[in-house]
């Protein structure tokens, strides 16, 4: 017998008859008439070519291939009941692995303490975390190897139409240099003219936080020739500590007191820079219920 919606409607009819015993109690049971219900059972043995009562009066009974025919829907509905309780128990006591890619210093100073009060609650959880830069991150996004990413807003080109981003963080960042540096080119400083001229880092060739800081302060772009790259926040700090040049990092870096003491934040001229963050998926990738929870959570401790 195929299924369909006028299938399951037949079947409820025939079920409530069933367990009321006459056509009238089962209609009242369903809010319908008779003549609906009647019609429905009569379409029902036709579509299985089963008789599935014997007619006594007002009484309806079952035959044996009615009682057959009885047990397997009460069996689909149990299957049914299962299958809903089986998600209610996963919503109160999760299990599972959350795959997830981060940058470097958010994971450090924001991810990892809310996986840690996350895991309390939910212990089954297991978190697999790979730390990379952008590209890598999108490369195992788009190939279903991660669950979800955190990146900043840099997303290449090619990869627009593959994910679907939310923005979930903003990171302040401050341009630092360390005390020695600045103590030592102190007067070029005082004019955005020479500090050009000076030795900056960057995590990437076309220096894009460093020119999104003198565009917010100076109100346009500049020409730096003497620069490095380094793509790691970490190595970053190492570099700028050593007096290798001007660099950005985040500012919760710069606020560990250990820190402040060894780098001179370059004051700023207008507002602060931030960075924003964006919670990256596959564009197709269905949530399940683990995933839905941890979501709704990651976002939530965000916004605090």
Known sequence: MKLNIMDLNRLKCFQAVAEKGSLQDGARHLNLTTSAVYQSIKKLELETQKHLFFRSGKKYILTDEGRELQELFQRFLWDISQFQNQDRVTSDSLNGEIRVGLPLNFSKSVFIPLVKSFHAEYPNVRFHITIAETRRLLNQVAAFELDFAITDDAIPAEFLSKVARQEVFKEELVLVCSRSFYKKNESKFKSVKTMKDLPHLDYSKNLPLLQRWYKLHYKRQIKISDFHTIDNV???????????????????????????????????????????????????????????????????????
């Open 234 to 304: 970490e190595t970053m700090v190492v570099a700028l500590k050593e007096g290798m040049g001007l660099g950005v990092i985040p500012r919760d870096l710069y606020d560990n007191p250990v820190l402040t003491k060894e780098l001179h934040a370059v004051e700023a001229v207008t507002g602060s820079l931030f960075n924003l963050l964006f919670l990256v998926q596959e564009e197709n990738y269905i949530n399940n219920t683990l995933m839905k929870k941890f979501l709704l959570y990651l976002n939530t401790s965000l916004k605090k």
